[in-house]
């Protein structure tokens, strides 16, 4: 059943869901989580797959037509591409994507395709082995790499996105080798701005390497043409102007994008959050659990949607970084 558009407060329609189906990884970034991990959520309190496609049929009546799988890391979540099928029936969604490190592709790549997922973002933050392990802590490279070439014999599964977290006086090195990435291979690669949603607290806003620096970096090399931003797009996306590939920089502390976000998200234990930097969360759990019908559960919905934040805070005095990390949130 169609119902009215989802909109917030501030004129803004809501189109695009991503939905936290764990919040446990079997990487540890260091821009993201401990090295010891973080205390899990009860598996109890997870939402089961019936929760999720219940709550995604709902949204979907509610004109969300992109939804994202993300985490922790979703292919750790025990029987996903089954939750992919699942979702990929649920008329209106038009966009299933995943965002994963990849290191389980080789195992899960074509079992996700079958079920439906038309586009991945795999995170690769350096191309050196060394360097990839000193930020994920895990020596896994290879693994990801191998993953990602059999991802790519899949047709339905393109374009293909790696996303790279930009770090000062880290990710310099790693520009060009990504550029000649993007010309060489049929992956589009996206820098991401290192946000203050690390486990450790530990963001600083001189760690954030700007994707203009990065981008200014390889136009001197490999001269770059800029597309025209999709409306509610997040990266700026460059083409090579010789033809050769794309490259995408998402700067959301240089460069917000809040006045046309279109996004909330759903974590692993069925909070809704309406911004990534949202301090306060709505429990949809509880009410789903206590037996609410879809006309409450929209009601819930519509009135936290409404408050949705206009901007994020990010770099202003008297910022508050949210409790929970981006693992626990769902980047
Ligand atoms: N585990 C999967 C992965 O790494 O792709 C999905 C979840 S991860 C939280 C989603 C994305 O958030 C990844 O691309 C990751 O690099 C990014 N991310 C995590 N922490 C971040 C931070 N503090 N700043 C910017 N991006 C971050
Ligand atoms: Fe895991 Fe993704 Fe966070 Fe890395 S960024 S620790 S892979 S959830």
């Known amino acids: 059943m169609e119902l009215e558009p989802l909109q917030d407060g501030h004129g803004r329609l809501i189109g695009d869901l991503r939905v936290s189906v764990t919040d446990r990884c079997n990487f540890r970034c260091q821009y993201c989580m401990p090295a010891e991990g973080l205390p899990w959520i009860e598996r109890d309190s997870v939402l089961t797959f019936e929760e999720i496609a219940r709550l995604v049929t709902l949204f979907s009546s509610m004109g969300v037509h ?3 799988l993300t985490g922790g890391e979703p292919l750790v979540r025990r029987g996903f591409p089954r939750l992919v099928e699942m979702l990929a029936s649920i008329g209106g969604i038009d966009d299933l994507s995943v965002t994963t490190n990849g290191f389980l592709l080789q195992r899960d790549a074509e079992a996700l395709v079958r079920a439906g997922v038309n ?17 994920t802590r895990r020596d896994a490279l290879p693994q990801v790499l191998a993953g990602l070439e059999l991802l790519a014999t899949f047709p339905e599964a393109h374009p293909i996105k790696i996303n790279a977290v930009a770090i000062r006086d880290f990710t310099e090195e790693e520009a060009l080798p990504f550029a000649r990435f993007a010309r060489t291979t049929p992956f589009e690669v996206r820098f991401i701005e290192f946000m203050p949603l690390d486990a450790d607290q530990a963001w600083t806003p001189d760690q954030v390497l700007s994707g203009e620096e990065i981008r200014a970096a390889i136009h001197e090399v490999y001269p770059l043409e800029a597309e025209p931003r999709e409306r509610s797009a997040t990266a700026r996306i460059y083409r090579f102007a010789d033809g050769h590939g794309k490259i995408g920089f998402i700067n959301p502390v240089s460069e917000p994008f809040c006045g046309d976000c279109n996004r909330i998200r759903l974590t692993a234990d069925g909070r809704l959050r309406t911004c990534l930097f949202s301090l306060n969360e709505t429990d949809l759990r ?8 879809d006309g409450e559960l929209e009601r ?9 934040e206009l901007k994020h ?19």
Request: proline share 5%.
């Open 286 to 293: 509880g009410p789903l659990r206590g037996g609410a019908d």
């Open 300 to 308: 819930i919905i519509r009135e936290a949607v409404w408050l949705k």
């Open 119 to 135: 586009r991945f973002n795999v995170s690769v933050d350096s191309l050196q082995q060394d360097r990839f392990y000193e930020l």
């Open 313 to 331: 805070h990010v770099g202003e005095p008297g910022f508050i970084q949210p409790a929970r990390s981006m693992s626990a949130i769902g980047g």
């Open 66 to 68: 992109d939804l994202r």
